[in-house]
């Protein structure tokens, strides 16, 4: 009777056992995807979306739904990855994800981006429904500002973030970018040390605190904090360049070219490694094996003045006293115009709404710094005065040089529009 039993309930076990496999297999999928885009969302919220992209990526292409395109998105929109934001939220809505969700994305992005005029009708209906999202909505709206140099818009954000997320180290840290960017460094050393208090383990962070203490000259401090961030992470190529330009203040050349080398032998190309190089070089007294590198770089970034300043310096070290004589006249002028681009920048902390002074600023950037930077000067000067003709037009120029004739076509029709008000 009991080998009866047995054997007749043996179909009904298997049966269970088959109804639960086939179970796990029909949920084990969708399991798999929820348990990954936790993880992406997490990295996202610790400010990581190389880890994010990672968990995403790790799910299978077949198995990825609307939400997992929006959230690749969101990970590209952290690492200004603009043109693949809008391919994921296209394929998002592809797949049925509302498009009010897809809206508040767009709107983010934009923030980020720096295109305010699109932004900026959006943000009060976002921080009215901030949807547990609201640093995040800071973060995007005070970056885009910072971008267009709208200090003055920046700051209220940026005061209601550290109130209303106390715990939050990332506004301490954007300021502190924008105060070293501004070239205020102990008050960028304070903002840095906040956010360190509130997040200690952030390596970037210590390694900008660091940068600012070594302008500072301030080099006992700057050395523990760029040793700590060495331990741990020993390979980044940006922070190996910083810890060798501490080095080369110190005197330590043997040192400084070790590091570097090492930064070099994994990127040759790299302009940063390269120019400090060339630096430590010069102050090595073997100024000939400097100047190639020098002339190479200044063809390279031309409106560079410290690439200026160390060619002539390695050309007159060199014997060639002429072409040193042109390269230190050119530098004595591009000093000159940064002296002046100083002293409009402290003028537009007193009233930033000035397109007149953010048009000079732009124009010295563009030809003594940067032309990146001069472009964002000049976008926060249309941005400002959508009217400004001579901005429209040397935004015209700017698209011009680099090939991008829809933009120049662009302009340099508002630039002649504008120019026939005779109302710039």
């Not at 798999?32 to 190389?50: I, K, S, V, W, Y």
């Not at 299978?60 to 990855?81: D, F, M, S």
């Not at 100083?342 to 732009?362: C, F, G, K, M």
């Amino acid at each position: 009777m009991r080998l009866f039993n047995s054997i007749r309930r043996k179909p009904v076990r298997w049966v269970c056992i088959g109804l639960i496999v086939g179970a796990l297999g029909i949920s084990y999928p969708t399991l798999n995807r929820t348990m990954r885009t936790f993880f992406a969302e997490r990295a996202l919220g610790e400010q990581n979306a190389e880890l994010a992209l990672g968990w995403l990526e790790s799910i299978p292409e077949w198995n990825r739904v609307g939400k997992t395109h929006l959230i690749y998105a969101r990970a590209h929109r952290k690492q200004g990855k603009f043109d693949l934001v809008h391919a994921h939220l296209r394929t998002a809505w592809e797949l049925g994800v509302l498009v009010e969700l897809l809206e508040r994305e767009q709107w983010l992005t934009q923030a980020r981006a720096g295109q305010m005029d699109e932004a900026e009708p959006h943000m009060r209906q976002l921080l009215l429904d901030p949807r547990d999202n609201g640093q995040e909505i800071c973060e995007c709206y005070v970056t885009g500002y910072l971008l267009n140099y709208q200090f003055s818009s920046a700051a209220p954000i940026l005061a209601a973030w550290e109130a209303e997320f106390p715990l939050d180290p990332r506004p301490h840290e954007l300021k502190g970018a924008w105060l070293q960017d501004s070239e205020r460094w102990t008050e960028a050393v304070a903002s840095y040390e906040k956010a360190l208090e509130l997040s200690p383990g952030k390596t970037r962070i210590r390694c900008d605190m660091a940068v600012c203490l070594r302008e500072l000259h301030d080099y006992d401090k700057a050395k523990p904090q760029f040793l700590r961030c060495l331990k741990e992470t020993p390979d980044d190529s940006q922070l190996l360049i910083q810890w060798g330009e501490w080095l080369l203040s110190s005197g330590n050349v043997n040192d400084t070219k070790a590091v570097l080398q090492k930064v070099l032998d994994l990127e040759p190309g790299n302009p940063d490694a390269r120019f400090a190089m060339a630096k430590t070089l010069l102050m090595d007294g073997a100024a000939k094996d400097a100047v190639p590198t020098l002339e190479q770089l200044h063809l390279e970034n031309p409106c560079s003045t410290p690439i200026q300043y160390s060619l002539a310096a390695a050309l007159q070290a060199s014997g060639l006293t002429e072409r040193a004589a042109v390269m230190y006249q050119q530098v004595s002028a591009a000093e000159e115009k940064l002296r002046r681009k100083q002293e409009l920048l402290d003028s537009l902390l007193q009233n930033p709404n000035q397109p007149e002074v953010r048009y000079e600023i732009a124009l010295i950037s563009m030809k003594h710094e940067s032309p990146v930077e001069g472009l964002r000067w000049l976008l926060s000067v249309v941005d400002l005065n959508p009217r400004h003709a001579v901005a429209h037009a040397a935004l015209a120029d700017y698209y011009h040089g680099i090939g991008k004739l829809e933009f120049e076509e662009k302009h340099r029709k508002l630039a002649e529009a504008f120019a026939k008000t005779k109302n710039p």
